[in-house]
C-alpha cells in the first residue's frame, strides 16, 4: 500500500502547514522490504560458520577496534568523540532516545537447572521504597537476598545473593557512563540540554520491569549530579497498556509471531533448529536442561543469555556437574551467538511478517513518538528531550518498523535517536543507531539524515494511525 503524503498529512496549525509545505509531494511506502543479505542471515555461515562477528566478554570495545563494531555486552551509542555533527543551518530542536538498559545477571527461567556458579551482587543496592506526600521522607530500603536450607525450592548449591534479572554492579557503571556520554553531546557540545535539570524541559521513562528503573538512576545520576539522593519523577505507564516494553495486549500480533517463528513449525523457521541438532545435545549434556523442555530448542535465547550473561561478567563458561571434561567451549558459545543473531534478523526483518507483527506490538510507541514531534513543532509542549530506557523486545520492534538494513540482536544499552531539527522553516528528522545515522531497506526512508520530518510522519501514520488510531484494529482478530 502506497499513500500520498497530502492526503495523510494532518493539517491542523500554521506549524504542520509550513511544515508540509517544505516538504515534496511524493509517496510514502509502508510495504516491507528484505534487508541486506550478510552473514547474519546467512543459514550456510550461520550452521556451517565459525566464530562470532562482534564481542561477546567485555564491556570495553578495545581503543584498536571501532566504537561502532557490534558489543553485545556494551552496544556502541552517541557518544562525543564518533558523533556526527549536523550540517551548518540546522537547528536542534528536539530529540527523544530510546536504549535498552545495560547488562545484567540471567533471568531465573534462563538459568541451567544445576547451578556451578553462584551470582553475587553484594557490590550493589537495589532500593524499594515508598513516601507519603507531602512529607516525601522515608528510610533508604534495599533488597538483601537469601536462600535458607530449609527452604526446599531454592535451586541446588545455589548461594549467590542476586534477584534474577538485575542490572549488574558493573552494568550500573555501563549505564551511568551511557548518561554521561549523551549528556557530553547534547550539553557539553552542542548546549542543548540545560546546565540543571528542568522537569518541564526533561522527561525520562521507564517500563515496568523494575530493571530499567535501575538503570535510569544512574543516567540520572551521570546528567545531573545535583539530583543525587534525590526525588525524581520518571515517566511509566500502566502496567497492563505500557507502549514502552511493550506490555499491552495485541492478540493479533502475538498470533502472527507463533505463526512463522518462536514455537510455529513453518519450514524456513525450523531449518536452523534441525540443523542444530549436535550442538543441542552438547549444550543439553553440560546444561541438565530437559532435552524435550521447548523453552531452550524453539529458539536459542536461553543458551544465549545463559552464556552472554556469563562472558560479559567475566565469568568462565560452563562445565557439566561432576564431570570437569566435558564443557561449553568458545566455539560452541559462537555457534550460540551466530544462531542468536539469525533468530532476532529472522524474526524482526527477514520474515515479511515482522513488519505487521512489529507494527501491532510496538505501533503506539511509535505513535506516541510522532505526537511528541508535532507538539514539539507547533510549540504545544515545552520538552526538548525524552529518555526512554527499555528492552530488546521494544528496540528490536523498533528497528524492525525502521526497516533497518542490518538487523541484529540489540545488545545491552543498544540506542536508537531521533534528531528533530529545523532549518529555514521546515523540520528534518535525523535517526541514530549505535550513534552512527541508520540506514532503512525502505525507499522512502533510506538514510534517514535530515529526510523532511513529513516523510517519518506519514510513514507512522501509515502503519499505526495518528495517535495510534490504527492499532485496536490491527490487533483484534486472529
Ligand atoms: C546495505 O546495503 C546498502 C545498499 O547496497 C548499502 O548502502 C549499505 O551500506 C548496506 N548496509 C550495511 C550496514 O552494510
Ligand atoms: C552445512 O554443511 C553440511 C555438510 O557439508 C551440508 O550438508 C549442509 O547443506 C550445510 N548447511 C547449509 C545450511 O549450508
Ligand atoms: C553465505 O555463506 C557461505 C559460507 O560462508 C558463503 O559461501 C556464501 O557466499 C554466503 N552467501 C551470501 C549470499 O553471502
Ligand atoms: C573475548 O572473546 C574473543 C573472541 O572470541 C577472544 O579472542 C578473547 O580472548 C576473549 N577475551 C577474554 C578476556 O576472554
Ligand atoms: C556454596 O557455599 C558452600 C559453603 O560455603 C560451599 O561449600 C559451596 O561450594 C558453595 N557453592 C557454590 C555453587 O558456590
Ligand atoms: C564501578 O565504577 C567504580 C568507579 O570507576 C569502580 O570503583 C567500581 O569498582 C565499579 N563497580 C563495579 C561493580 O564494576
Ligand atoms: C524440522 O524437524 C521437524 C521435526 O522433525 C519437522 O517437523 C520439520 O519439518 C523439519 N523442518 C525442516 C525444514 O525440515
Ligand atoms: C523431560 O521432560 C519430559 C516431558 O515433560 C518428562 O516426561 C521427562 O520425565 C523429563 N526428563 C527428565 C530427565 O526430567
Ligand atoms: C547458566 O548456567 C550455569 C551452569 O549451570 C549457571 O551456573 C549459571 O548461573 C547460568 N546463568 C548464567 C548467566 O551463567
Ligand atoms: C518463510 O516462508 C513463508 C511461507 O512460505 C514465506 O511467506 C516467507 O517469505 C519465508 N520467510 C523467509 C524469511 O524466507
Ligand atoms: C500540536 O501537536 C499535538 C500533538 O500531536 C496535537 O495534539 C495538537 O493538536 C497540535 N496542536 C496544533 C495547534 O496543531
Ligand atoms: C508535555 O509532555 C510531558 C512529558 O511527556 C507531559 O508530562 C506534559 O503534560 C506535556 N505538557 C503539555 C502541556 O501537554
Redesign the pocket.
Known amino acids: 500500500m502506497v499513500i500520498s503524503i497530502r492526503n495523510a498529512l494532518f493539517l491542523g496549525s500554521v506549524a504542520h502547514q509550513a511544515a508540509a509545505q517544505c516538504s515534496q509531494a511524493s509517496n510514502v511506502d509502508l510495504t516491507w522490504h528484505a534487508p541486506n543479505q550478510t552473514n547474519i542471515n546467512n543459514l550456510s555461515f550461520v550452521v556451517n560458520g565459525t566464530g562470532s562477528e562482534g564481542m561477546y566478554n567485555t564491556s570495553i570495545t578495545p581503543a584498536t577496534t571501532a566504537y561502532s563494531t557490534y558489543n553485545w555486552c556494551n552496544m556502541p551509542h552517541v557518544r562525543r568523540q564518533e558523533y556526527p555533527t549536523a550540517p551548518s543551518g540546522y537547528d536542534l530542536v528536539y530529540v527523544e532516545l530510546i536504549h535498552r538498559h545495560h547488562k545484567r545477571t540471567p533471568y531465573a527461567s534462563n538459568t541451567f537447572p544445576h547451578e556451578t556458579y553462584a551470582w553475587y551482587c553484594d557490590n550493589e543496592a537495589l532500593f524499594f521504597y515508598g513516601a507519603p506526600r507531602p512529607d516525601g521522607t522515608s528510610a533508604q530500603v534495599a533488597w538483601q537476598v537469601y536462600t535458607t536450607d530449609s527452604n526446599p525450592l531454592a535451586p541446588q548449591g545455589f548461594n549467590g545473593t542476586c534477584q534474577f534479572p538485575q542490572i549488574s554492579g558493573a552494568g550500573l557503571n555501563d549505564s551511568r557512563q551511557h548518561g554521561k556520554d549523551l549528556y557530553g553531546v547534547y550539553h557539553d557540545l552542542l548546549g542543548f540540554l540545560p546546565s540543571s535539570y528542568d522537569a518541564s524541559k526533561i522527561t525520562y521513562r521507564v517500563t515496568n520491569n523494575v530493571i530499567t528503573s535501575q538503570v535510569v538512576g544512574q543516567v540520572i545520576e551521570a546528567q545531573y549530579p545535583t539530583l543525587t539522593d534525590q526525588n525524581v519523577g520518571v515517566a511509566i505507564q500502566p502496567d497492563s497498556i505500557d507502549s514502552l516494553e511493550p506490555a499491552y495486549t495485541c492478540t493479533a500480533s502475538t498470533n502472527l509471531y507463533a505463526s512463522y517463528s518462536v514455537g510455529s ?1 513453518a ?2 523457521w ?2 536452523h ?2 540443523d542444530s541438532v549436535a550442538l543441542y545435545a552438547k549444550l543439553d549434556s553440560v546444561s541438565g536442561v530437559n532435552t524435550s523442555d521447548s523453552g531452550w530448542h524453539n529458539w536459542f535465547d536461553h543458551y544465549f543469555d545463559n552464556l552472554s550473561a556469563r562472558l560479559c561478567h567475566q565469568k568462565p563458561l560452563p562445565c557439566q556437574i561432576g564431570n570437569s571434561s566435558n564443557c561449553i567451549t568458545q566455539a560452541d558459545a559462537d555457534a550460540v551467538f551466530r544462531r542468536g543473531q539469525y533468530e532476532y534478523s529472522f524474526i524482526y526483518r527477514d520474515s515479511p511478517s515482522s513488519l505487521p507483527m512489529s507494527t501491532g506490538s510496538f505501533g503506539i510507541w511509535t505513535a506516541e513518538l510522532a505526537s511528541n514531534l508535532r507538539a514539539a513543532i507547533n510549540g504545544t509542549n515545552s520538552t526538548i528531550y525524552r529518555h526512554n530506557v527499555a528492552h530488546d523486545g521494544s528496540v528490536s520492534r523498533l528497528l524492525s518498523i525502521l526497516q533497518v538494513d542490518v538487523m541484529v540482536w540489540p545488545g545491552m544499552g543498544s540506542e536508537v535517536v531521533f534528531e528533530l531539527y529545523s532549518k529555514g522553516g521546515c523540520y528534518y528528522l535525523r535517526t541514530l543507531w549505535g550513534g552512527q545515522v541508520l540506514r532503512s531497506s525502505n525507499p522512502s526512508l533510506g538514510l534517514v539524515d535530515m529526510i523532511p520530518v513529513q516523510t517519518f510522519l506519514s510513514y507512522i501514520d501509515g502503519l499505526a494511525g495518528v495517535k495510534g488510531a490504527k492499532i485496536p484494529g490491527l490487533c483484534s482478530g486472529s
Open positions: 513449525s519450514a524456513n525450523t531449518l533448529l534441525n
